[in-house]
């Protein structure tokens, strides 16, 4: 592998990148004729990823273009292992993406899509959310199901604990729309927020950093990281929004810790989510339906209906149960969109059989 090196890049140890003995297994097909790498950087024409030989920048091969043609989540994204190939020539090219642990997707609002790949390979979400301005509890909520979705855990970390009277009081409320997951509120500029993290994070821990713009994702990394690896940047005097500082989705290594994946601000969400993936966000009212009195309650105006018995003696906040009806109202418009695109594929790939087949006739008949 010597003839790979690359002396203007430091070298990165494989398990310091995450790699386990599931991945020799993984990658038994391509020992001999590729190596080995993650993706820390998606671009245009190609990727940067992080191996034994250091960075290195490669292009996309054939398969893999293909493939992500027909299926936008077949594209390599950041935290993918991924086999390399060096040509005589010397380009290096991507060829084929390892089987993924998890993956955080998100809808593209694209009509042919089938989503977008945000990160691959994680095993925690931190979901980064300021406390000032005031926490956006729908988007937590939001991002919660996104997280479960994913395969990976999640955790809410709130910022800007400093600038706000309360913290505490603030943090108890979002820990109400969030069940089950551990909530911290902290500095992200001092350093609790970092040790809190670290103590999540692991030599062979994968954790990215979702959220609105401005509210210290990248703060988080670079505390993370010990050193500015990640640019920041002042939010907007008046409301408080960010500058969408970071505009590319990106991995960073954090030698005998872990692996952080910083990510740009979330303007607005698009889900990808089905009705197990909402429950898992919201177990308390799926606990209640679970009580309903039929077993096909829409929890609308159903006699017997647990979920809005509890709505109805405040025992459930009935803010939360009118954004958990939206999800499931998203969800099921993203089912029927997803069926349409597999007719429209169906279609396509008769009328290119029978294309096929004209031609066929058409050949032999001369
Ligand atoms: N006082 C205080 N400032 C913070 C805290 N977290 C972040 N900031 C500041 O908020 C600003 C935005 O932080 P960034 O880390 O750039 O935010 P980001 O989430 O990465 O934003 P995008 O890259 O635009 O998505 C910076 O000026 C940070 O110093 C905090 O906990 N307390
Ligand atoms: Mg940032
Ligand atoms: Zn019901």
């Known amino acids: 592998m010597s003839e790979w090196l690359n002396p203007s890049t430091s070298a990165y140890r494989l398990t310091d990148l995450g790699w386990s003995t599931e991945h020799d297994h993984q990658f038994l097909p391509y020992r001999g004729t590729h190596v080995p790498?993650?993706?820390?950087?998606?671009?245009?024409?190609?990727?940067?990823?992080?191996?034994?030989?250091?960075?290195?920048?490669?292009?996309?091969?054939?398969?893999?273009?293909?493939?992500?043609?027909?299926?936008?989540?077949?594209?390599?994204?950041?935290?993918?292992?991924?086999?390399?190939a060096r040509w005589p020539d010397g380009r290096l090219t991507l060829e084929a993406i390892l089987p993924r642990r998890t993956v955080l997707t998100r809808d593209s609002s694209n009509r042919t899509s089938h989503g977008q790949v945000v990160a691959a390979n994680v095993d925690l979400v931190v979901i980064v959310e300021h406390l000032d301005p005031d926490s956006d509890l729908g988007r937590i909520e939001r991002l919660l199901v996104l997280a479960w979705s994913s395969g990976a855990t999640p955790l809410v970390v709130l910022t800007k604990a400093d600038l706000v009277p309360d913290p505490e009081r603030m943090r108890e409320e979002v820990v109400a729309v969030a069940p089950g997951v551990d909530v911290l509120a902290v500095d992200a500029t001092a350093d609790d927020g970092a040790t809190a993290l670290r103590q999540r994070l692991g030599p062979d821990v994968t954790m990215t950093f979702v959220g609105p713009s401005g509210a210290g994702k990248s703060t988080l990394v670079n505390a993370i990281a010990g050193a500015n690896v990640m640019a920041t940047n002042e939010v907007r005097g008046r409301d408080g929004k960010g500058r969408h500082t970071t505009t590319h989705r990106e991995l960073v290594v954090v030698p005998g810790h872990g692996v952080v994946i910083d990510t740009p601000g979330l303007r607005a969400v698009g889900l990808i989510a089905d009705p197990d993936d909402i429950a898992d966000a919201f177990p308390d009212i799926d606990e209640l339906a679970g009580e309903c009195r039929f077993r096909d309650c829409a929890h609308e105006a159903e006699p017997g209906c647990a979920v809005l018995a509890a709505a109805g003696d405040g025992e459930l906040d009935k803010d939360r149960l009118a954004r958990w009806r939206k999800l499931r109202r998203e969800a099921a418009y993203q089912a029927r969109r997803a069926d349409a695109r597999l007719r429209r594929e169906e279609l396509a790939r008769s009328k290119r059989r029978a294309k096929a087949l004209r031609q066929h006739y058409r050949a032999r008949g001369r």
């Open 37 to 84: 790498a993650r993706v820390a950087r998606v671009e245009r024409g190609g990727v940067d990823v992080l191996g034994a030989a250091g960075t290195l920048h490669v292009t996309y091969g054939g398969s893999v273009l293909a493939a992500a043609a027909a299926d936008h989540t077949q594209h390599p994204a950041a935290g993918d292992w991924v086999a390399i």
